[in-house]
């Protein structure tokens, strides 16, 4: 975590950009009660998109197990 006094070197991609005109630049920085709250915030998405991605996962399994069985004839469908 970034505080405040801290170096940054900055290269950027835009030729017309140099360090000196970035350090013109003020960065504010969050309190450090924030950022807590902002990282548990992403933790905890984090987590819920873990669970969705392995649901999706279990999902797919469950939709190939059953289309070898419908296309071996292991099960047959009644019209």
Same mark, same amino acid.
């Given at each position: 975590?970034?505080?405040?006094?801290?170096? $940054?070197?900055v290269r950027?991609?835009y030729?017309g950009?140099?360090a000196?005109? !970035? *350090?013109?630049?003020?960065?504010? &920085?969050?309190?450090?009660k924030?950022q807590?709250k902002?990282?548990?915030?992403?933790?905890? $998405?984090?987590?819920?998109?873990?669970?969705?991605?392995?649901?999706?996962?279990? !999902? *797919?399994?469950?939709k190939k197990? &059953?289309?070898?069985?419908?296309?071996t004839?292991?099960?047959?469908?009644?019209?």
């Open positions: 975590m970034l505080q405040v006094g801290d170096v $940054i070197t950027t991609g030729p950009i140099s000196v005109v !970035t *350090k013109k630049f003020s960065v504010v &920085l969050p309190s450090l924030e807590h902002t990282c548990e915030l992403v933790h905890s $998405i984090s987590k819920n998109i873990e669970c969705v991605e392995y649901k999706l996962t279990q !999902t *797919k399994n469950l197990s &059953l289309m070898a069985d419908l296309l004839g292991r099960v047959r469908v009644k019209l």
